[in-house]
């Protein structure tokens, strides 16, 4: 198994533009998550989801968009990047039953907004 | 509003000694809280976890301290070795709804030989 998977691993973004960040699972895990991590600050949740085709707001959420269409896919978006969007992203999953609280961690995406 | 707070923020520690990171938590219905340990250019992993209804949990060389009456659970790691050098987040989550994970700021660890 691949875990979680995440892509791409660094992007360079000039203010104003988009892109969309990839999260797989193959875990078969209902919950996913996206966090970003600043120096000092910890982790973050941007959004997350409980299932196929619902997302919901997390803590940081302004500027960014989520959609899960299909159970193992997590994709976050910047629709205009700016520059205090520059951070390390990572995304998450687990099980949402029987008591396993566990979150797996991708490995990363470092983006930088120029 | 921080409802995890974590500290030290870094904490340098000789071979063999022990490391202690502390956490402090406001929302009471938090009942849930593990330990991630992230390595640099990594994911954080779990490394333990521990539930309000004990007050410490081993496992190997790591324990939690858990003190429910005070809101407060540390990280003690027993016989620290270089390999341990890492960053440490504590982290707190209700069981209710979506149960995501509020973490701490995190503390940078590092091991001297």
């Known amino acids: 198994n691949a875990g979680v998977t995440q892509t791409p691993k660094f992007r360079v973004l000039k203010t104003g533009q988009s892109m969309t960040l990839l999260c797989a699972q193959d875990?078969?895990?209902?919950?996913m998550y996206w966090y970003r991590q600043d120096p000092g600050m910890g982790l973050r949740l941007i959004h997350y989801?409980?299932?196929?085709?619902?997302?919901a707001k997390g803590e940081v959420p302004d500027g960014y968009n989520v959609s899960r269409l299909k159970k193992q896919n997590f994709l976050l978006g910047l629709e205009s990047a700016a520059p205090s969007q520059t951070s390390v992203y990572f995304c998450?999953?687990?099980?949402?039953?029987?008591?396993?609280?566990?979150?797996?961690f991708g490995p990363g995406t470092r983006l930088t907004v120029t | 509003q921080q409802q995890v707070k974590q500290s030290p923020q870094s904490l340098i520690v000789q071979k063999g000694g022990i490391s202690i990171i502390n956490c402090a938590y406001e929302?009471?219905?938090?009942?849930?809280f593990p330990w991630y340990q992230q390595f640099p250019g990594k994911g954080p992993a779990l490394l333990i976890a521990?539930?309000?209804?004990?007050s410490e949990k081993k496992e190997g060389r790591f324990t939690i301290s858990f003190n429910k009456s005070a809101k407060q659970f540390s990280l003690h790691i027993m016989d620290s070795q270089p390999g341990d050098s890492a960053t440490y987040f504590c982290?707190?989550?209700?069981?209710?709804?979506?149960?995501?994970?509020?973490f701490g700021s995190g503390t940078q660890l590092t091991v001297l030989p």
């Open positions: 998450a999953s687990r099980y949402g039953t029987g008591g396993i609280y566990e979150q797996y």
């Open positions: 875990m078969n895990h209902e919950y």
């Open positions: 989801s409980v299932g196929e085709g619902t997302t």
């Open positions: 929302n009471t219905a938090f009942d849930y």
């Open positions: 521990i539930r309000p209804d004990v």
């Open positions: 982290a707190a989550a209700a069981l209710i709804g979506p149960r995501q994970l509020t």
